[in-house]
């Protein structure tokens, strides 16, 4: 009997209070600032060394650089060289959104971003390039603050 | 069908030949039938079931979902009709229609209003609950028919609950016979209307007081005859899949959808009959003591009453459905036959007790 | 159109053969003719795609084996090519309800090989985050029980309450369903700011959660009746069969990993109780599982109040090679005892992982259990004893 006491106590709620969910075209909910949604690139951090391709367990990050020579930093000196980045792909239809890729980059490189409104009607679509990964950096929120006794992060 | 003339001579104040009559009628039982299965499906089974879960149900067909239902008829219409090769096709194609079929028979006995019936039966009760059967052998046939193990698992377990719970449904009804001394509908209408109890006429006489015990064992069998959680069984979703109804698509699904929810909608209103006094507001409000007397806007206000109770009805229905758990098939079976039964009967020996003594 | 007149093989004419030939046996010892029904991969009740085959003579069943294996993903095979930050990924995957629980034994077993152990904050939240996912488990299976009953309102409730859990993960770790934040030496962050208050917030509406469960199901006597004595497993065969959580606690065996192993994890800083019940029936099994969804959020409150602070991480190298050797871990996970056999041979990734789960073992007594019962309580049993085909067939 309570049973039915517990449905009709909800049922007043629901008209009273207003449904837990959310309608969700109209009203969107905003998910936590850690939250893994895409992965933005900065691209001027990036020195192509391939730790994020070779740390990914799905393989789903393509990169292709090339060596060139950048002038020397002081007069008379040799000409230094450069790691520079053609292609920078990341397949999100292969990513587990494990995060291994932008934990492992020694260059701060990749960051997480919570957006998550990115699905396209063709798989071949959802393969970012360079220029879409770099969009997605103006998303990239500030790291949250930590928690009473927490070490100071050290970078 | 002299009310009919009547009905149409002083409301509409035209004669109406026979042929139209008979229009007015088929017309106005396909409305009783569809327009309760729509309005409870749409209000309990799409918004209150959704309420009850913590959610807003449809939202988006129309202003707060309410074209939802025109929604789904489209989206079963324009589906495939799919008859298995090894389903008896006569026998599959024929059983939805045969479910549909004995509600729209049985809508025909309950009166709306002092004139606006379809028929004024004699037995009416006794042609309501034979007719009420027939839905049984419906789903017989669809889970025979289907060449399904599953389906035929939930057919066999379908015609088993129904027919237990006959039983109880017909005893617990003969209360209210005895109480009103005639299984005429419309007399049981007016028997309630302008009784008294225990002198006290301003409620009139409404059955779920004086039989209770009755109505509850009513509500109980009306929610098996139904196959309604806790007795769907037959419809155990996580075992069968869909049982008797498996095999169904488009429209024959449709047609089984439509008929469970119109058979709940002309339960509840044979039940409003019975138990809560009809088409009627307590006659002694107006000063009314037969029929004759009753006035005409009745015909129009009677209507409105009988779906207002009816929805009252199956609040109650899909409120339960929407809170219990299933029993099991030999645990429905016990409970049928060694619990309602015997309590029926010993309703009814008390009721034939008072009406003698009292 | 008779089956026959279709064209088969030799191999499946015989094998219709037989199995016509057992059904006529049947047919000659009781007259009956028996029905072999496939609770097929596809179906609404099993959780995922698990087949049980059963042979019924009415409705009761004579005979039933699940036949497991439609959701094999390789996971061992997979491991020997992946490193260690990357099975670790994988491995979140296995039971997806309780996904952070997954993590946590093969790490303790990496950090074993390593001779490595957490620092201390990170060892408590690692217990919390592990009641955490629990609880996020274990409240869907009480929904779930709803469902496989016929109840159709508690699962809404689950899911509306499992929400403000899988927010919490969400919020410290970035993953609602796949965490992948335990690392070898420690967790990959430190707590937002906010969460310890949210998470007490939680913990509170899950109590109301439990209370909730338990009027509109626990309490029904429609539930009582199709739960009560239905799949008894006695106390040996329990153990026998390999049983594992709150299934052998349920028959009565007083076990369990949390506190009888000792880990370096933090439930021994808090205060809490194991829940066992002499029946051994489907009722049993359920009401277990309530408690202890009640006693990890007890276990949660306390754990919050006490974090230590200090560092996270241990000091680890970057790249991780773990040393040679086997190590063999188990937990007290929410489908029972997970348990990783590493063997490593000293390079970037595991050189074998054996993967203990525990859905595996609860459902080989399906064959045992089913003998008997009803059609209805097939599905009664199988919900009871809860296991997720991610788990059973890794």
């Not at chain 3, 349920?250 to 506190?259: C, E, H, T």
């Amino acid at each position: 009997m309570k049973g039915l006491g517990v449905t009709l106590g909800t049922l007043f709620e629901t008209v009273t209070k207003g449904a837990n969910t959310v309608q969700y075209p109209h009203e969107k909910e905003a998910p936590p600032t850690r939250a893994r949604g895409v992965i933005a690139l900065h691209e001027g951090n990036c020195t192509s060394c391939m730790l994020c391709a070779r740390s990914c367990p799905d393989w789903c990050i393509y990169i292709e650089g090339h060596k060139e020579l950048a002038p020397p930093r002081r007069e008379g000196g040799k000409p230094r060289q450069v790691n520079k980045l053609d292609r920078f792909d990341i397949d999100y239809a292969l990513c587990m959104y494990c995060g291994i890729c932008v934990e492992v980059c020694p260059f701060d490189a990749l960051f997480w971003s919570p957006e998550y409104e990115y699905s396209e009607p063709r798989i071949a679509d959802l393969l970012h390039d360079m220029s879409k990964l770099g969009e997605w950096m103006e998303t990239v929120p500030e790291a949250p603050e930590l928690e009473a006794g927490a070490d100071k992060k050290k970078k | 069908m002299i009310s009919a003339v009547q009905l149409s001579a002083e409301v509409l104040a035209v004669e109406v030949p026979y042929w139209g009559q008979s229009l007015l009628r088929v017309l106005g039982g396909i409305v009783a039938v569809l327009l309760p299965a729509g309005t409870i499906v749409y209000v309990f089974l799409f918004k209150m079931m959704s309420f009850m879960q913590s959610r807003l149900g449809p939202m988006e067909a129309g202003p707060y979902g309410s074209l939802q239902l025109v929604a789904e008829v489209g989206k079963w219409l324009q589906k495939e009709d799919i008859l298995p090769t090894r389903a008896d096709a006569r026998v599959f194609k024929m059983a939805p229609i045969v479910v549909l079929v004995s509600t729209f028979l049985l809508v025909a006995v309950v009166p709306f209003g002092p004139d606006a019936w379809f028929t004024n039966f004699e037995a009416g009760v006794f042609y309501a609950l034979a007719v009420s059967s027939l839905s049984v052998l419906g789903i017989l046939m669809a889970g025979w028919a289907s060449a399904n193990k599953y389906s035929l698992l939930g057919g066999l377990r379908a015609a088993g609950q129904l027919i237990a719970y006959e039983l109880p449904m017909v005893l617990a009804v003969i209360g209210v016979i005895i109480q009103a001394e005639t299984m005429n509908l419309q007399q049981i209408v007016l028997a309630q209307n302008t009784g008294s109890i225990f002198g006290f006429d301003g409620l009139g006489n409404p059955y779920v007081l004086t039989q209770f015990v009755g109505f509850i064992i009513f509500m109980i069998a009306v929610q098996a005859e139904l196959t309604q959680a806790p007795f769907d069984m037959p419809i155990a979703e996580s075992e069968l899949v869909s049982g008797y109804m498996t095999e169904y698509s488009g429209f024959r699904f449709l047609i089984f959808f439509i008929g469970e929810f119109a058979t709940a909608g002309v339960f509840a209103l044979i039940a409003s009959v019975l138990f809560l006094g009809g088409w009627g507001i307590p006659f002694a409000w107006f000063g009314w003591t037969d029929i004759d007397v009753v006035a005409n806007w009745m015909n129009l206000v009677g209507p409105v009453i009988m779906i207002t109770k009816m929805m009252l009805v199956a609040f109650i229905i899909m409120w339960v459905r929407f809170s219990y758990p299933r029993f099991r098939e030999d645990q429905l079976q016990r409970f049928a036959w060694k619990v309602l039964i015997p309590l029926s009967l010993a309703n009814i020996a008390a009721t034939s007790i008072f009406k003698v003594v009292m | 159109m008779s089956i026959t007149d279709r064209v088969l093989g030799d191999r499946q004419r015989l094998a219709y053969i037989a199995s016509q030939a057992a059904d006529a046996r049947l047919n000659v010892e009781l007259e009956t003719e028996g029905m072999t029904l496939n609770i097929g991969p596809q179906h609404p009740a099993t959780h995922g795609t698990l087949r049980i085959i059963a042979r019924l003579d009415g409705e009761q069943v004579v005979w039933a084996e699940p036949s497991c294996g439609y959701m094999h993903r390789g996971y061992e095979k997979l491991a020997e090519v992946r490193t260690y930050p990357q099975v670790t990924t994988l491995v979140n995957r296995i039971d997806w309800l309780g996904s952070f629980a997954n993590e946590v034994p093969f790490i303790l077993a990496a950090e074993k090989l390593m001779d490595v152990e957490a620092p201390a904050r990170a060892q408590h939240i690692r217990t919390i985050l592990f009641e955490l996912s629990r609880i996020a488990n274990v409240s869907l299976f009480l929904g779930d029980l709803g469902v496989q009953m016929g109840a159709i309102t508690p699962v809404f409730f689950a899911f509306r309450d499992r929400e403000y859990v899988l927010n919490l993960i969400e919020g410290a770790t970035g993953g609602r369903f796949h965490p992948n934040f335990d690392r070898i030496g420690g967790l990959k962050d430190d707590l937002p700011k906010g969460w310890i208050a949210e998470t007490k917030a939680v913990m509170k509406k899950l109590r109301t959660f439990c209370d909730q469960i338990e009027d509109l199901l626990f309490g029904n006597e429609i539930f009582q009746s199709r739960t009560r004595g239905i799949g008894v497993i006695p106390r040996d065969v329990a153990l026998q069969y390999g049983l594992s959580g709150a299934n052998l606690r349920a028959s009565g065996v007083d076990w369990d990993l949390r506190r009888d192993h000792p880990l370096p994890m933090a439930w021994n800083k808090a205060d809490w109780k194991v829940w066992t019940h002499p029946d051994g029936d489907s009722f049993a099994r359920c009401w277990i599982r309530l408690q202890e969804t009640r006693e990890a959020t007890k276990i949660v409150d306390q754990l919050i109040d006490t974090i230590p602070s200090g560092p996270i991480m241990a000091k680890v190298p970057k790249i991780i090679k773990v040393p040679e050797g086997e190590a063999w871990v188990s937990t007290e996970n929410p489908l029972g005892e997970m348990g990783y056999y590493v063997v490593s041979r000293g390079e970037l990734g595991p050189f074998r992982v054996k993967i203990r789960s525990a859905s595996f073992n609860n459902i080989s007594i399906a064959p045992w259990v089913l003998r008997g019962v009803y059609v209805p309580d097939i599905v009664t049993v199988l919900a009871s004893l809860y296991f997720i085909l991610g788990d059973i067939d890794r």
